[in-house]
């Protein structure tokens, strides 16, 4: 995968922080008009309540709501048998208890649905499955009937069966379903997750198959017992009825919630249906189109990623059942009651405002901990990228330029150097000595990536290194060079044989916008875009095509053309040891850190892979504000960075660091019959069609690790898109061979001159 061809791109209104300048206690969401507290806050607020689950379980595989009554088909591993087994489970929401039925699956069988019948009774889709096993043990032949399973919901009993595997799955080798409901007349509806549902009535015989011309994202039941479904069109997410009668998909539902990202429905039961995305949950009325928001997720302290199902019960309240994980991989399940109160019956804190262009999981997680703790703040979020990114980021430099600017920045897509140098941020350094930190106990390079004149402006919690590779035997021991010696290196060679997956952007992000400050000085305001640099990169990006053809991409695996050097530099990142010894693999032979090209030779560069923020100079709240940020680099945060397989990024501070390397380095053994311990992989790592086992870190292996985040004292990544259009508009003649590179080279210079001029 290719990490520089990420990006992403909401724009919210800013009468929404204005209106909430008050948030509510350590879990609240606003709903509801007026201010029945008195003090700028909506009249009502959600409350949430967490409680324990009354089972065990692994995962839960299917969920059917019924009045106050949840029912659960769950799986537990047992470790004395080594077989997993599954359970069914009511569940009596209103006194939080679970009533483990009395219905057994078969072995090798699982849930595919469940939904409440007409008749009172539980509908289930259970898959059963057969193996057919040769004389050394492996399956050389399966079997999977589908069945519909009527059950008792006061006991669990199977009232009966009948095997639906030839209506659902037709002409195909097998029959699947990933979304299923009950109408209210007792029909049943089996989505394939294609576009085909499958209709059949109460007795089980066929009615008909309607195609919905299009991928089926969620399916479900409204309170009036009509069957929805939900699919993606030209302006995102789109709510559709079934019409049976007319045996087709009807018209999209006006004034349903739209968008993009994680989007599920659920049937209401003061409204049709219950919405619920990655923002928040709304009640949806389907007969006149009107949306009602009850709260969003992260303002009662819930990690929207880790929502899997969403009701209401009889006395209004609403539920979730999340799954939450830790960062050592670890997950819980947990039950939330969100119940209506009035504002004015709870305390209101001193908000703190994280403003971002996208907000990810880890800083997601820490806000939620910090709001359910902390008695005095409150962190709220205002994510400006996720809809567009442009027109977010034009809404945060106004807002970071006025009265409206977040307490806490997000530096994840933001060129940082361009921020850092207009006074907009704070300096971290005094706060961590007023604190009792000392800045010795952090990777100095790492801050220095951060630091503006010796000014800390922005802190990272975990990093990677991005890093351009190649073998040690082309390019010699160096752990950098300069733009002129990387082009005299490729210089001669074919396009096709020097990156995999070339074109033009991928070339400029690799030798102009990784390093975009050798060509724009924020604090001067000189440019240099019609040096020979540049224009060199020009003529070298002219040899790629505009857009690389995936579809030409041919079935020899990455691994195979670096070590036959049909491909000469691999960009890539190191997030762990394990990474490393990874990529040490893949070349087949000593590997040198490269990097970006530039003047200094110092081209590798510190990517925060856990968020980075900074503490805006005009808020209010700055002891706050740094109370919440501080704790990412409290020894306890960094310490649950560490990975016994290899993390997503390395702690900032150095003794967490030095306690990953010992875990890298701690050796695995498994005992065999006899007693005997035998070393064994770690885990095991791979790219593409490449793959190998990762044992315990060498010594050698660690301080080559070391050497690498070292050589490491720069950001990057983040480039103002104004200056990449600015570049990509210019720069076509040259490729149409319409005007020289030196003449496109002088015309980008002034476009981009006038724009750092206006913008400095």
């Known amino acids: 995968m290719n990490e520089f061809m990420q990006k992403f791109i909401i724009s919210k209104n800013i009468i929404f922080i204005s209106a909430m300048l008050f948030i509510l206690s350590a879990a609240l969401s606003g709903c509801g008009k007026g201010g029945g507290a008195g003090d700028g806050r909506p009249e009502y607020v959600y409350v949430p309540e967490y409680v324990e689950m009354d089972m065990e379980c692994d995962y839960i595989s299917s969920l059917a709501s019924s009045g106050d009554d949840v029912f659960l088909s769950v799986s537990k591993w047992d470790e004395e048998t080594g077989f997993t087994t599954n359970y069914l489970y009511r569940y009596n929401m209103n006194e939080n208890k679970a009533t483990r039925l009395s219905l057994e699956l078969p072995e090798n069988s699982d849930v595919s649905g469940m939904a409440p019948g007409a008749d009172g009774s539980l509908i289930m889709i259970v898959n059963n499955n057969t193996f057919e096993m040769d004389e050394e043990g492996n399956v050389k032949d399966s079997k999977s009937i589908m069945e519909i399973w009527k059950v008792s919901m006061e006991d669990g ?324 060079w300069t733009l002129t010696e990387m082009l005299d290196f490729v210089e001669g060679r074919e396009a096709e044989n020097i990156f995999d997956y070339g074109s033009r952007s991928s070339i400029f992000y690799y030798c102009i916008y990784n390093n975009i400050d050798e060509f724009i000085n924020w604090e001067t305001g000189e440019c240099f875009f019609d040096g020979e640099g540049f224009i060199r990169t020009l003529e070298f990006a002219a040899q790629f095509p505009e857009e690389f053809d995936y579809n030409s991409v041919q079935e020899e695996g990455t691994s195979s053309k670096l070590r036959s050097e049909k491909i000469l530099l691999m960009q890539g990142s190191i997030s762990s040891v394990q990474e490393l010894q990874m990529m040490r693999g893949l070349f087949g032979e000593e590997i040198s850190f490269v990097g970006y090209p530039n003047s200094e030779k110092l081209g590798n560069l510190v990517q925060p892979t856990g968020g980075s923020m900074a503490l805006s100079s005009k808020s209010k709240h700055k002891e706050g504000a740094w109370e919440f940020m501080q704790s990412f680099l409290s020894e306890e ?87 990449t259009n600015i570049i990509t508009e210019e720069a076509e003649p040259f490729f149409k061979g319409q005007k020289t590179a030196a003449d496109v080279a002088q015309i980008i210079q002034n476009r981009i001159q006038i724009y750092v001029n206006e913008n400095r």
């Open 157 to 480: 009993s199977l009232l009966g069966s009948q095997d639906i595997t030839e209506l659902v799955a037709g002409k195909s080798d097998y029959a699947y379903v990933q979304h299923f409901c009950v109408d209210g007349q007792g029909n049943l509806y089996l989505s394939d997750g294609d576009n085909c549902i499958h209709i059949i009535d109460k007795e089980y015989k066929k009615v008909c198959d309607i195609d919905t011309g299009d991928w089926i994202n969620n399916m479900a039941a409204s309170k009036e017992g009509d069957v929805y479904i939900t699919s993606y069109g030209s302006e995102g997410l789109q709510l559709k009825k079934v019409d049976l009668a007319g045996k087709k998909i009807g018209d999209s539902v006006a004034g349903a919630p739209g968008g993009y990202g994680n989007q599920s429905y659920y049937t209401g039961v003061s409204g049709s249906l219950l919405h619920s995305s990655s923002g928040g949950v709304s009640r949806v009325d389907t007969a006149s189109g009107t949306v009602e928001t009850l709260f969003d997720w992260l303002d009662v302290d819930i990690n929207s990623d880790y929502v899997n199902y969403v009701g209401e019960l009889s006395d209004g309240r609403i539920w979730a059942i999340t799954r939450n994980y830790e960062i050592s991989g670890s997950a819980t399940n947990e039950l939330v009651f969100f119940t209506r109160k009035p504002s004015s019956e709870v305390p209101a804190k001193e908000e703190i405002l994280y403003g971002t262009m996208w907000i990810g999981s880890d800083v997601k997680r820490n806000i939620i901990n910090f709001n359910k703790t902390n008695q005095t703040y409150r962190i709220k979020v205002k994510e400006y990228g996720n809809d567009d990114y442009q027109s977010g980021l034009t809404q945060l430099n106004a807002d970071m330029t006025t009265g409206n600017c977040p307490d806490i920045i997000g530096l994840d897509g933001l060129d940082y150097n361009q921020y850092a140098n207009k006074g907009i941020f704070e300096d971290l350094y005094p706060y961590m000595e007023k604190t009792g930190m000392d800045r010795q106990d952090f990777l100095g390079n790492v801050l220095e990536a951060y630091e503006v004149d010796g000014k800390l402006y922005g802190i990272v919690p975990c990093f990677q290194i991005s890093t351009c590779m190649a073998k040690t035997s082309l390019v010699g021991e160096r752990s950098g």
């Open 637 to 723: 945060y960094q310490d649950s960075l560490i990975s016994e397989h290899g993390g997503w990024g390395f702690p900032v501070r150095k003794e967490s660091l030095e306690k990953q390397f010992e875990q890298d380095m701690k050796e695995e053994y498994y005992e065999d019959e006899d007693g005997n311990k035998t070393r064994q992989s770690k885990t095991t790592w791979g790219w593409d069609d490449f793959e190998m086992e990762i044992y315990a870190a060498t010594p050698e292996e660690i301080e080559a690790v070391r050497e690498l985040i070292a050589s490491a004292n720069k950001t990057g990544g983040n480039v103002d898109e104004q200056l």
